[in-house]
T-cell receptor
Framework: EPEVTQTPSHQVTQMGQEVILRCVPISNHLYFYWYRQILGQKVEFLVSFYNNEISEKSEIFDDQFSVERPDGSNFTLKIRSTKLEDSAMYFC??????????FGSGTRLTVV | QKEVEQNSGPLSVPEGAIASLNCTYSDRGSQSFFWYRQYSGKSPELIMSIYSNGDKEDGRFTAQLNKASQYVSLLIRDSQPSDSATYLCAVNKNTGNQFYFGTGTSLTVIP
């Protein structure tokens, strides 16, 4: 069964450093997303991406965040200057459209 | 007002019983409704989707949707210990738009 692949599975970074989280969505999917989940809390929307541009973003997705789909297969989330409160599980997801998402296995980001 | 509300639980049922999970949503324009299962430390896994009023059955799972009451439920028949997880309700307004997730209901199935 096709799956969404995320790397790395765990990233530890120092406060103020830049991190890039990587995702390979399912190949025939059209819509791509990043969500995050702080430990013990609900899954929160960050951004959606369609037709090579951001289609929707949340208040969390401020100027410190950016997304790219540089080569037609990878989908990346960059956090420019990490803060302690960015520590969370980050999930990439994709869908063909009117169906539920397929989530990747997640990247656990720890900011120290 | 929260977009999607779930009873956080924990909900405990004995093995073989029916587990009933409930969810309400605030936006009447919502079109698509989903149930995800999330094991601790893992990503959400889609188990059911429902788009029109009524019941939808898939194996031991039945999703129920009542748009007039803005209510979605999930029934798990013949509950198994492996069903022990957090169940997330998610609601979508339009194709491609974000999903709104509830906080999840923790289910424990006791052998």
């Amino acid at each position: 069964e096709p799956e969404v692949t995320q790397t790395p599975s765990h990233q530890v970074t120092q406060m103020g450093q830049e991190v890039i989280l990587r995702c390979v969505p399912i190949s025939n999917h059209l819509y791509f997303y990043w969500y995050r989940q702080i430990l013990g809390q609900k899954v929160e929307f960050l951004v959606s991406f369609y037709n090579n541009e951001i289609s929707e973003k949340s208040e969390i997705f401020d100027d410190q965040f950016s997304v790219e789909r540089p080569d037609g297969s990878n989908f990346t989330l960059k956090i420019r200057s990490t803060k302690l409160e960015d520590s969370a599980m980050y999930f990439c997801a994709s869908t063909q459209g009117a169906y539920g998402y397929t989530f990747g296995s997640g990247t656990r980001l720890t900011v120290v | 007002q929260k977009e999607v509300e779930q009873n956080s639980g924990p909900l405990s049922v004995p093995e073989g019983a029916i587990a009933s999970l409930n969810c309400t949503y605030s936006d009447r324009g919502s079109q698509s409704f989903f149930w995800y299962r999330q094991y601790s430390g893992k990503s959400p896994e889609l188990i059911m989707s429902i788009y029109s009023n009524g019941d939808k059955e898939d194996g031991r799972f039945t999703a129920q949707l009542n748009k007039a009451s803005q209510y979605v439920s999930l029934l798990i028949r013949d509950s198994q210990p492996s069903d022990s997880a957090t169940y997330l309700c998610a609601v979508n307004k339009n194709t491609g738009n974000q999903f709104y997730f509830g906080t999840g209901t923790s289910l424990t199935v006791i052998p």
